[in-house]
């Protein structure tokens, strides 16, 4: 089968093709990355993140004892949230993984498409998805009544074992609930037990690179799922032998376990690159901002050398420079739900951008104009000075053997047997006669 190419000169994943000892369905893993970013506006992390659960789900369901949600959000409010394109990443990542049917309706005809992928032939599993699931649960989450089989669905059937019932003909038929499960919903209008059981991604507000076409777009997209179906196949013992534990020490309880298939997939079909960008997407998806280990300043120096490009301007003399209360402007507007900023005046977080920097603001005239910021290059300096290292490669913990012998010296052994040498003259009679034997 000929290879699909997404790729142009605004892609960023990188084609490490002839990386030492890489997977050859790390191509695949990329490819869908190429597809999602044509299709959708989100960073990088999230892109993988998609490719990584809609690549899981056709190992279901003998690979994985859980499997996550996946929530599409916006940190955006009221329309500006509604146009992120939550449902286009839904559609997409629907497309892209096993068997996708659609969950919305009324709670006697979800139960009776759970009972139906049950009773159908090769594979026992669909990815459902459901747009706009917090209309189910209320703006707070805690209208639960709306649709109990999908509640079930999303609270028991993130693991294997759970399962519900159909009565026909006066003979009760059991199924299983364990499905992926693809929803798009303002995050604060799901229970927490379901957000603890979920993957959120918060899509970005703009307007991607390729329309997602019925016609064009999803044929695509079913030729990919098919390559990665049969990739995933080949590897199903790997997939289910991999463990997660051990990764990152946050990685543990519930998040190991809505995390660890996407783990597993990163490292049997991607390699270590494909698991270093793994970790990276848990340590800024996987865990809210209460467990993320920026200060203040990290974090507006982090973002104010994001912002550069947007805000910067050409002098004479060919630098970059950044007009401070332009920035703290951008800052405010990009990031709407940071407290940081939020909370503060375009001059508080003026200063707080001056409090940050370790150089005082840089007065510059062009003609007439005057103006009282940063150069580009200061700032990246400044961030370069106090980002955490790079991270280590991510390790796959190796299993413990309760029954290595740790012993260095004959007192500590239990007991002590030696056995006496045999000289080689009665070794070789012994297999001489060994041989003759046989031979007779």
């Not at 629907?94 to 969950?103: F, G, K, T, V, W």
């Not at 199924?175 to 229970?191: E, S």
């Not at 940081?340 to 977080?349: A, D, E, P």
Request: aromatic content about 8%; overall charge negative.
């Amino acid at each position: 089968m000929s290879a699909i190419t997404y790729r142009d000169e605004e892609d960023t994943v990188p084609a490490v093709r002839d990386a030492p000892q890489e997977p050859e369905t790390a191509r695949l893993l990329d490819e869908k990355v190429s597809f999602y970013g044509a299709h959708l506006v989100a960073d990088q992390k999230a892109l993988r993140v998609l490719a990584l659960f809609s690549t899981a789900t056709h190992a279901m369901p003998e690979a994985f004892v859980t499997f996550p949600r996946l929530v599409f959000g916006s940190r955006l409010p009221g329309l500006e949230g509604a146009k992120s394109g939550k449902t286009t990443g839904m559609d997409v990542t629907a497309s892209l993984s096993l068997n996708p049917r659609n969950a919305k309706g009324t709670y006697a005809a979800l139960r009776s498409k759970l009972a139906s992928a049950a009773a159908r032939t090769g594979s026992p599993v669909s990815t459902f998805f459901h747009d706009q699931v917090d209309n189910v649960y209320g703006l707070d989450g805690r209208n639960k009544g709306g649709n109990p089989v999908l509640t079930t669905l999303l609270q028991e059937g993130y693991k294997k074992g759970p399962t519900d019932s159909v009565s026909r003909q006066g003979v009760d038929f059991e199924f299983p609930l364990f499905h992926p499960v693809i929803m798009t919903a303002n995050a604060t209008g799901l229970p927490t037990d379901i957000l603890g059981r979920s993957v959120v991604i918060f899509m970005e507000k703009g307007t991607p690179r390729r329309y997602f076409s019925v016609r064009e777009s999803q044929a695509e997209a079913t030729r990919l799922s098919k390559a990665i179906h049969v990739a995933v196949r080949e590897h199903m013992q790997e997939l289910e032998d991999y463990r997660a534990r051990g990764i990152h020490e946050k990685l543990t309880q519930r998040l190991l376990e809505v995390w660890e298939p996407l783990f597993a997939v990163a490292w049997v079909l991607g390699g270590q690159r494909w698991l270093n960008w793994c970790l990276e997407a848990f340590t800024s998806i996987g865990l809210d901002s209460a467990q993320m280990t920026l200060s203040p300043v990290q974090e507006v120096l982090r973002d104010s050398a994001v912002l550069l490009e947007t805000v910067q301007i050409i002098l004479p003399s060919g630098c970059e420079f950044a007009e401070g209360v332009r920035l703290a402007d951008e800052l405010k507007r990009a990031y709407p739900r940071n407290d940081l900023y939020s909370t503060k005046t375009v001059m508080g977080i003026a200063a707080l951008i001056a409090q940050s920097m370790p150089v005082s603001p840089k007065q510059v005239r062009v003609g007439e104009e005057r103006m009282n910021g940063y150069y580009a290059d200061d700032i990246r300096s400044a961030w370069d000075a106090v980002k955490p290292p790079e991270a280590e490669d991510a390790r796959v913990a190796e299993e413990e053997n309760p029954f290595a012998v740790s012993a260095v010296s004959d007192d500590d052994f239990d007991e002590v047997f030696d056995i006496p040498s045999v000289p080689a003259v009665s070794a070789r009679s012994a297999r001489s006669a060994g041989k003759k034997k046989v031979d007779a």
